[in-house]
């Protein structure tokens, strides 16, 4: 893989098209591809978005956890959307919103045919919560292909990363439908995406 063509791609701008509370609302335009991201609130899916497309001002990072209530969709044109998904596990906010936003997610999973790879984001000094296990198991029920993203990895040591990816593993095997290597992230660190990037250029260039 050229690492010339993956800088390229990845020097295009990424726009924002539109933040939708209801699945009907997002656009579609085949053909194209489309990926998204997931995981708890406040675990670093927007911080994520943009140091991989390179522009920080792109999603909205916010220090307060459950801050984004829609699907934000962004894209690199021509082919490829990106979807930043409504965390989950909040604190504070309140029950009728947890069902709305979980209804607005499932509906999201089940509409959008043409997505490609979810990027489940799980806190590396966290580890796996019981309900990104809930989230591999509908992704398997679903047949959605997901793959686990540990983010925030400049807050932990290196010996105590390599025994979370190594314990992660020994659970995701279980799923069929989640991807086996565990990637690993940092807003801080351009160096830290590359793996990230590799896979997304993979999966946008799959049918061309
Ligand atoms: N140290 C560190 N902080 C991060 C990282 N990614 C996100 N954060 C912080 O975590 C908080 C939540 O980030 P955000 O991207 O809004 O999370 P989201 O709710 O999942 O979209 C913000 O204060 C970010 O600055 C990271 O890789 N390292
Ligand atoms: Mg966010």
New binding site residues.
Partial sequence: MSSSKIARFFSQPCNFIVGASNVKALPNYFPHCEIA?I?????????????IFNNQHL?????T????QQINLFTVAPCLYIA?LP?YGYANVSQSMITKLSVLVESYFKHRQELQRVFL?VDARHGLKRSDIAMLEFFNHHTVCVQIVL?????IKEEALVILQHDIQSIVCRYSFCNDTILT?????QQ?VHAIRQEIYNISHMSS
């Fill in positions: 991201f995981g708890r609130s406040n675990v670093g899916k927007s911080s994520l978005i943009n140091t999603a909205k990072v916010s220090k956890p459950g801050r984004t930043d965390g984001l983010t925030k990895i400049d807050k992230t940092s807003k801080t660190s830290s």
